[in-house]
């Protein structure tokens, strides 16, 4: 039998597999509450930088424009978020939450702290606290070789699929 590397723990797997097992999870958590993951992940975000631009959010969450448009159209619906007009460029829309969505973020955080302590239930506070620290590791290593990538102009473009075309109709 070969010797594996002390790093191949199957982490990538893990970390796949728990985040996905995690999301789905949370969903069901939040059905009862009448929202989505996508919907509270964007209004979560949207509180921290209230007033941000719609399209500065689609970049910062690193999701289409339609996309973001389509759920800001939900969350406004709802009540929870108000599109505003920039002062200086009207063309922009800047994204705020409202003082319903205050008040539901801070019940959906209540749940998600519930949700947080039964998935963690069972494991030493130290040994969440080397998995965090670990993981954060990961990630600015991550990003650091995201930088490397861009700086040396090797960074890719995402794939798009071509634009069907559309069939002409014979006269």
């Given at each position: 039998m070969v010797d594996q590397p002390a790093w191949d723990l199957r982490l990538g797997y893990l970390i796949h597999d728990v985040s996905r097992l995690r999301r789905m999870m949370f969903d069901r958590a939040l059905a009862p509450l009448g929202i989505t993951r996508s919907q509270w992940?964007?209004?979560?975000?949207?509180s921290r930088k209230d007033g941000l631009p719609q399209v500065q959010l689609a970049n910062e969450l690193d999701v289409g424009k339609v996309a973001v448009g389509a759920l800001i159209?939900?969350?406004?619906?709802?009540?929870?978020?108000v599109r505003h007009?920039?002062?200086?460029?009207?063309?922009?829309?800047?994204?705020?939450?409202?003082?319903?969505?205050?008040?539901?973020?801070?019940r959906i955080r209540k749940e998600t702290d519930k949700f947080n302590a039964s998935i963690a239930k069972g494991i030493d506070r130290k040994e969440l606290e080397a998995a965090s620290h670990a993981l954060l590791a990961?990630?600015?290593?991550?990003?650091?070789?995201?930088?490397?990538?861009?700086?040396?102009?090797t960074k890719e473009e995402p794939v798009t699929k071509p634009k069907p075309r559309r069939r002409r109709r014979a006269a």
């Open positions: 992940w964007v209004l979560a975000f949207i159209d939900r969350l406004e619906s709802s009540g929870f978020v007009p920039d002062p200086v460029d009207r063309r922009v829309k800047r994204v705020f939450v409202t003082k319903q969505a205050k008040g539901f973020l801070e990961m990630k600015h290593n991550l990003l650091a070789l995201s930088d490397v990538n861009a700086s040396n102009g």
